[in-house]
Structure formats: structure tokens, C-alpha cells
């Protein structure tokens, strides 16, 4: 039986490619990583490997029941029935999670279909209801996911968090996530040449999907920036990368996403903080310009969205705007009402 393993190969000269050890879904694999960033192609390989793992199975051999099974299995408690997520009281992995996973495993089909492997997609578009089976509609969802809003850290919170990191490299990071909203590839993914202390800007090179920007930066993080480059970033460092490593047999070597996250971790737990992830900083960030003013095409273009509607949640996550606009709303109305009643 096939057995799915997470393997990269190094040696392509266009990058490292993701291989699970199954011909029909390497060579989706393949396919996925000419259209897609290195990252998408191993994020689509793990959940491929989860699904396979769980059913069981080869590609062609997998079945709706299969599919619905793993779904079963995927929202089986992770911690003990009586452990719950405070966001949404599941006690399984996430609607989010699962509804990511079957995408990958769906992308796979329709590959798998347009090569003439197989002839339906075993992952179903939803389930019918009472109003929709007697019509080609999609029905109810399998996986229905919440609409949450992400969490953000106040300005006390920042600050604390600020006095908790022990070197200019760190808090330069936070920064760069916290006042000019760059996600954590992007923070990582700085280059000499993409520090623009002059104008106060920073160019991400290679953001999501491949897009690029110029994006301003307050100058604190420019000053944090040149502390850390006159007194910190090691002379031996041969990267052009300007986060490097500080310590350890690694030292001047590119900083990973999971050193970024584990200086992260220690300043949470030495701050006393419950949250303060990379992503709730950048969030911190577009959500505080949200409530100084700034315009949702600014925004947009300060976080490197490409739909205006990825920014739109900015509105609901700043503090007092609907409430200021209830308001506002309140008074021309109450407004009327007196007018009216004077007649």
C-alpha cells in the first residue's frame, strides 16, 4: 500500500520541488508549482498527505464515502472531548482547516479528470437540501466556516510586547510587521536593496502571489533597523538577506519563519500576552490606520491586497467606526423625528 512522504527536492534548478511518492499526484504537484509559490506547492502537498494518510487509499481507488469519512475523522476532538477552542467551541480542527484541505484534495481531481485518469471529482460541491435536490444548484455546504474576525493587540498590549524583545533585530521585525503591516515572509524576505531609508519606504520583492510593492514604513522602524545593522548583524553574515541569525551554529544565516516565530513566543510569554502572533501585528497595523483615517484603497494598497474586499474587514475591526457612523445615523434621525413632531 502506498504510504504518502513529504519529500523536497533540492536540486531542481527552478527550485525545490514537493514529491509524495505517488506518480498521479506528483505529477499534480508538478503541475501546481509552475502556477504557484513555492509555499502553496508544500502547504498542497502536506494536506494532500493528511487526506491520503486518513483514507487510506490511492488516488484513483478514493470514493465520496472516503471523502466523507475524512471529514468525520478531521472534526474528531484533538484534545479530549471536554476541550474546546474558545473562537468557535469546536473541538476538532478548524472549518477553515478542513475546508482548505478538501480544496487541495477537489484540485487534485480536476486534474486528475482533465487527464483522463478519472471521471468525477469524489469531493461533493455540498450536500442537497429539501428546496435544492430537485435542481442542479450547490445545496448546503459540507463544511460551513465562521466568519470571525481576527484578533488585534492594543496600543498597551504593543508596547509591552515592544519591552519584552531583546534585540534590535527582533523589535526592527516588529516593526516592520506592526507599523508598515508586512506579512512574515515579507518581513524575512527584506533585502539590502529593498531598504529605502530615505524615503521612509521598503520594497516587498516577492509578497502573496508574487506581487510586489512599495511600502511606507514609520521612521522609528528605520531607526530600530540601523541599531541593529551598526551593533547586531554579524560581520561574517554572507546573505544579502538583512535578518539573519544572531547565535548558534547557524549564526549569519537568513532567519527562518519558525526562528521568527519562536522570538515571537518568548516575547509573549516573558510580556504575559495570550496572543501577538506575526499575523495579528500585521492586522494590529492596517486596523490602527483604519481608525487614524486612512482610506480603504489606501489600505489595500499598504497591505498588498487584490480585492478590495479582503480590506473591507478593517471597518468592523476598528474600534468606534460603526459605532461613530450609528451615531451619526442616530442623530439625523432623532433629527426628523423632532422635526416631524414640531408639525
Known amino acids: 500500500m502506498w504510504v504518502p512522504s513529504v519529500?523536497?527536492?533540492?536540486?531542481?534548478l527552478d527550485g525545490p520541488l514537493v514529491r509524495l511518492g505517488h506518480e498521479l499526484v506528483d505529477g499534480y504537484l508538478e503541475f501546481v508549482a509552475a502556477r504557484a509559490r513555492p509555499n502553496t506547492v508544500l502547504a498542497y502537498a502536506y494536506d494532500l498527505k493528511v487526506f491520503f494518510d486518513v483514507v487510506g487509499k490511492g488516488p484513483v481507488e478514493v470514493t465520496t464515502v472516503d471523502v466523507l469519512g475524512f471529514i468525520t475523522a478531521q472534526r474528531a476532538p484533538r484534545g479530549g472531548k471536554n476541550v474546546v477552542r474558545i473562537a468557535d467551541g469546536e473541538a476538532g480542527l478548524s472549518a477553515r482547516t478542513i475546508r482548505r484541505r478538501l480544496s487541495a484534495v477537489?484540485?487534485?481531481?480536476?486534474?486528475?479528470?482533465?487527464?483522463?485518469?478519472?471521471?468525477?471529482?469524489p469531493v461533493p460541491r455540498g450536500m442537497a437540501t429539501r428546496r435544492t435536490r430537485r435542481r442542479a444548484q450547490r445545496g448546503m455546504p459540507l463544511i460551513r466556516a465562521p466568519k470571525t474576525l481576527p484578533r488585534v493587540l492594543s496600543p498597551d498590549e504593543v508596547n509591552v510586547l515592544?519591552?519584552?524583545?531583546?534585540?534590535?533585530?527582533?523589535?526592527?521585525?516588529?516593526?516592520?510587521?506592526?507599523?508598515g503591516g508586512l506579512r512574515r515572509a515579507e518581513v524575512l524576505g527584506l533585502r539590502f536593496e529593498d531598504i529605502k531609508p530615505g524615503e521612509r519606504r521598503v520594497f516587498v520583492a516577492d509578497g502573496k502571489g508574487g506581487h510586489q510593492r512599495l511600502v511606507p514604513v514609520s521612521s522609528r522602524f528605520f531607526v530600530t533597523l540601523a541599531a541593529y545593522l551598526d551593533t547586531e548583524r554579524p560581520e561574517e553574515a554572507s546573505t544579502d538577506q538583512v535578518f539573519v541569525v544572531l547565535k548558534g551554529p547557524n549564526r549569519g544565516g537568513p532567519l527562518t519563519a519558525r526562528g521568527l516565530d519562536e522570538v515571537l513566543r518568548g516575547a509573549?510569554?516573558?510580556?504575559?500576552?495570550?496572543?501577538?502572533?506575526?499575523?495579528?501585528l500585521r492586522h494590529t497595523c492596517l486596523t490602527r490606520?483604519?481608525?487614524a483615517g486612512m482610506s480603504l484603497e489606501a489600505i489595500q494598497a499598504q497591505a498588498g491586497h487584490r480585492s478590495i474586499e479582503s480590506t473591507r474587514i478593517y471597518l468592523h475591526l476598528s474600534d468606534g467606526w460603526l459605532a461613530d457612523q450609528y451615531r451619526a445615523a442616530q442623530q439625523a434621525i432623532d433629527?426628523?423625528?423632532?422635526?416631524?413632531?414640531?408639525?
Open 7 to 12: 519529500v523536497r527536492c533540492e536540486d531542481r
Open 106 to 121: 477537489s484540485g487534485l481531481y480536476s486534474y486528475l479528470m482533465a487527464c483522463g485518469v478519472v471521471a468525477e471529482d
Open 162 to 179: 515592544m519591552g519584552a524583545l531583546r534585540t534590535f533585530r527582533d523589535r526592527a521585525m516588529v516593526e516592520a510587521m506592526v507599523l
Open 268 to 280: 509573549r510569554h516573558r510580556a504575559g500576552l495570550s496572543h501577538g502572533t506575526c499575523h495579528q
Open 289 to 291: 490606520l483604519r481608525e
Open 335 to 343: 433629527a426628523q423625528a423632532g422635526i416631524g413632531g414640531a408639525r
